[in-house]
């Protein structure tokens, strides 16, 4: 079935995007790329994968490249771009230029990547648009896939930097939970849901740890002494207040997702193999002289 398979790759340049790219060459699926910066996705093209330039923004550069494509993939959404534009510019309004011209071309199925507990954290900013996209998607008559993955090990990526400074920095008691997922194990998950309709796969990796654990093994793998601050609460609340006062979406955005989500537990169905341990020590590798 996979070599009948032409899929449309949208966000190839980020964490996720570019593990699904591999995961497709790797099971020989015909894929085009599209990226508006053609140079960061270079190392992807290959004798199954095309890149082409264009602007998930602007409908007029997607035209043509849908005929014949029998799946669109997009991890498409703002994480720590600062172009200018809203969530509702991207991870809404590009996601929907995706779909009109998949719809337009008779393509058959959407895998869309949102987040976990989306549904339920409507309020903030940063999920209201991926959320009116989810709608979108589900109503549009389109064979859809909704992954909805919990925190990818490249966010964890915050803990090692506290860790380097020697102190990691944590709201509460740390004892919520949360089980990441690294990109390559959610990749396999997203080309496998090519062959699964209509449905939502919440997904998270192998571990649930708490925060304090995932301090203790960022400060462990950077040779550190264990040595974690808990913030209370009420300051964190403070902050959530100030900042969706004073600043606009660009800026409250992440920080409202964060300071939201630290207060949780974010626990999804285990999947994959690769552990946050290692995941630390390989970067604390790759930083060595
Ligand atoms: N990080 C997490 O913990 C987490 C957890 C759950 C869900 N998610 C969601 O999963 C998705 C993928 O995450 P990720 O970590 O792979 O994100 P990422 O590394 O930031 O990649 C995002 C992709 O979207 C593209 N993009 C962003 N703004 C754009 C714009 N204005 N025009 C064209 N393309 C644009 C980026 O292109 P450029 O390279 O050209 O900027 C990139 O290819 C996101 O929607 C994210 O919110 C993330």
């Given amino acids: 079935m996979e070599k009948d398979e032409t899929v449309i790759l949208a966000g190839a340049t980020g964490y996720l995007g570019d593990y699904i790219a591999q995961e497709l060459y790797q099971r020989s699926i015909q894929t085009i790329i599209l990226a508006r910066n053609t140079k960061k996705a270079a190392h992807l093209a290959n004798s199954h994968t095309k890149i082409i330039k264009s602007e998930v923004t602007d409908s007029k550069t997607l035209h043509g490249y849908f005929e014949g494509v029998t799946t669109v993939i997009s991890t498409v959404g703002i994480t720590r771009q600062k172009d200018g534009l809203t969530y509702m510019d991207v991870d809404y309004q590009a996601n929907k230029n995706l779909l009109q011209e998949a719809k337009k071309a ?3 199925k959407f895998v869309y990547v949102s987040v976990l507990n989306g ?60 089980n990441p997922i690294h990109g390559k ?15 939502e ?3 998270g990796g192998p571990d649930i740890l708490t925060q304090n654990e995932i301090a203790e093994l960022a400060l462990l793998a950077s040779g550190k002494p264990i040595n974690i ?24 955005g992440p920080i409202e997702f964060f300071l939201t989500l630290m207060a949780e537990d974010a626990i999804a169905p285990r999947y994959g193999s690769n552990r946050l341990v290692t995941f630390f020590h390989d970067e604390m590798d790759v930083l060595k002289p």
């Fill in 106 to 108: 008779g393509v058959k």
């Fill in 185 to 199: 194990d959610l990749a396999i998950a997203c080309v496998d849901s090519i062959r699964v309709s209509n449905e």
């Fill in 229 to 252: 601050i808990h913030i209370p609460h009420w300051i964190r609340k403070s902050i959530l207040k100030l900042v969706r006062t004073f600043t606009s979406s660009k800026t409250y």
């Fill in 119 to 178: 549904k339920q954290h409507r309020n903030l900013k940063i999920i209201e648009a991926k959320e009116l996209f989810v709608d979108e998607l589900i109503a549009s008559g389109l064979n859809y896939t909704i992954i909805r993955p919990n925190g990818f090990f490249s966010d964890m990526k915050d803990f090692l930097n506290m860790a380097k400074k020697g102190k990691v920095y944590l709201f509460g008691s740390g004892e919520k939970k949360i």
């Fill in 201 to 203: 796969i919440n997904i």
